[in-house]
């Protein structure tokens, strides 16, 4: 099976933060899985870096676009990276193979009919001299009279065109922009109205979707496609390649969604492979990202592959919903934000996916404090899984002098973990990421139960024989964890790996126990408590300084 996996394409204009990581995470385990099982993984994502909010920056720093660009892109790199991030490509828009591939779909699209010419009106900024793309057109939504951007209304969700704003301002020095006319490309959404309907209708009756991308995109089917405009006045960007339309680019919306396909063919490119091997009807393909991304990845993606008579619909759509930092929104305005290159300094990267899985904003948005993480890491990475692992392995390392008793594994525990491997397996394809690794930790605090009960510490004394099977299948379940987890916890089942010289087999069980153990050593250091405190001063004092 060929499973290609496209993780949203963060916006190279600041820092990560958690919010970034906890809706692109489960992208990363859904690859280690399938890798593990067997299949043909592609997973690509990169660095959005066309756009205005890059350029003002740049304006405003007196540098250049791709300094901007280069600086976030290379800051994103080592994030994912270091969080164990597994993506076969991680390129970025600006590469010169995305602003021809992009080009190339332009024309194909053209040549298919489905675009089209059309004068409109557009906001100017005779301030700032230049078109102001919608997100740069702020005023009152016509729909729920909150405060809105021209794209969208975050409110109300409505996409909106910015003319339709009332009080219009210009996002960038705050005047009323006025309005000119203009030559733009359209797309022709509405005729792809019915074949979108029985995509979604399709998808939600086979469960393949989460459910608020499945009614988000109900929503705007019913309330009918609007063409949409494809090019921009923009200052930077990929080239309209259309005589006539110099210094017009196309339009961010479209070119970046595109990157997952221009990503595929890079990737193929360069590792000599054929990519509609991962673009076909029968690759499957999922698209991991935040909830306010939905209908780029259910609507207009979708639409422009029909457009192209590009096979590869997305079968599964993984959007969570949002995270929010000690029970308020997150707020990059507001310094509000728990930012990745930060917390990386100090704490394990599998301490962050194991908070961000287990409370992962999957159905409801969820929360991360301080006192939650911390605890979190203490008690039931460290409480839990790492004290069963470290427990087991001391104790032979001990009494056994590392070796290994090659006794009988206890039947009805080879039965759980056999079953556990099917079970997980489900979930994680399903996108329930926090249901397969509650799973995993429910395992694991009845195997505590078990070496608890079965008190080895005792029966190496008196029933060695006893204790020998209980260790045996001890260092069986542990064998198995370091692959089970293997997807959530990279780091520490590495580390698990080592200490039992194994490697990693595949999404089976794994019978056949290690003879000799190598170095034993804890898997996770406790965090003090103390933490807390200190985070939560060093948060409020970094919303002040703004
Ligand atoms: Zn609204
Ligand atoms: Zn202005």
Redesign the pocket.
């Known amino acids: 099976m060929n499973v290609l996996i496209g993780g949203a394409w963060p916006y190279a204009n600041g820092s990560l933060h958690l919010g970034h990581v906890a809706a692109l995470l489960p992208g990363d385990i859904l690859a280690r899985y399938y890798r593990l099982k067997g299949e043909r993984v592609l997973y690509v994502s990169g660095s959005d870096c066309n756009g205005t909010p890059i350029s003002i920056r740049a304006n405003q720093e007196n540098t250049t676009v791709t300094a901007i660009a280069d600086r976030y892109h290379t800051e994103f790199l080592q994030c994912f990276n270091e969080l164990g991030f597994t993506y076969d490509l991680y390129t970025r828009t600006d590469a010169s193979h995305h602003h021809k591939a992009v080009q190339n779909i332009f024309l194909k699209l053209l040549e298919n009919g489905f675009l089209f010419k059309k004068r409109i009106e557009q906001a100017y900024c005779t301030v700032d001299n230049q078109f102001l793309p919608d997100r740069f057109v702020e005023g009152t939504?016509p729909?729920?009279r909150?405060k809105?951007r021209g794209d969208q209304?975050d409110?109300?969700s409505?996409i909106l065109d910015p003319l339709d704003l009332k009080d219009k301002t210009c996002k960038i020095c705050g005047n009323e922009p006025e309005i000119r006319e203009t030559e733009h490309y359209y797309y022709e959404f509405s005729h792809f109205q019915q074949q979108l309907e029985n995509f979604v209708n399709e998808a939600s009756i086979e469960g393949r979707w989460r459910e608020n991308a499945v009614q988000l995109t109900k929503r705007y089917l019913t309330e009918g496609l609007p063409d949409r405009a494809v090019t921009r006045d923009l200052p930077n960007g990929i080239s309209v390649p259309v005589d006539g339309f110099e210094g017009k680019k196309i339009y961010v919306w479209i070119e970046a969604v595109a990157g997952y396909y221009t990503a595929s063919l890079e990737w193929a490119k360069q590792n000599g492979k054929d990519v509609s091997e991962w673009w076909n009807e029968e690759a499957v393909s999922y698209y991991i990202h935040g909830k306010d991304n939905i209908p780029f990845h259910t609507v207009i993606w979708p639409a422009i592959l029909m457009g192209l008579g590009q096979e590869g619909l997305p079968t599964h759509i993984v959007s969570n919903e949002y995270l929010t930092l000690e029970k308020r929104k997150l707020s990059t305005s507001q310094n509000w934000a728990v930012w990745v290159p930060e917390i990386l300094k100090d704490y394990d990267p599998d301490s962050i996916r194991y908070f961000l899985t287990i409370n992962a904003p999957e159905n409801r948005d969820a929360d991360f404090s301080w006192r939650e993480f911390i605890y979190s890491h203490n008690s039931e990475l460290l409480g839990a899984f790492a004290n069963f692992v470290n427990r087991t392995l001391k104790f032979i390392a001990k009494s056994f002098n590392h070796k290994v008793p090659q006794a009988k594994v206890n039947n009805s525990i080879k039965l759980d973990v056999e079953n556990l491997y099917a079970k997980v397996g489900e979930h994680i394809e399903s996108g329930e990421m926090k249901q397969a690794i509650e799973a995993i930790f429910n395992f694991i605090r009845t195997s505590n139960r078990y070496f608890d009960e079965e008190q080895p510490w005792t029966t190496v004394n008196n029933q060695i024989e006893k204790c020998e099977e209980t260790l045996a299948t001890c260092v069986y379940i542990i064998q198995n964890l370091a692959q089970l987890l293997h997807p959530f916890l990279p780091f520490g089942c590495k580390k698990i790996r080592q200490m039992l010289g194994t490697s990693l087999n595949g999404w089976d069980e794994v019978a056949d126990l290690p003879t000799e153990l190598n170095n034993v050593e804890p898997l996770y250091e406790r965090i003090d408590v103390k933490k807390i405190e200190e985070e939560l001063q060093k948060l409020e004092e970094a919303s002040k300084r703004i």
Request: net charge neutral; charged share 0%; with cysteine.
């Open positions: 939504c729909n729920c909150a809105a209304c409110n109300c409505t």
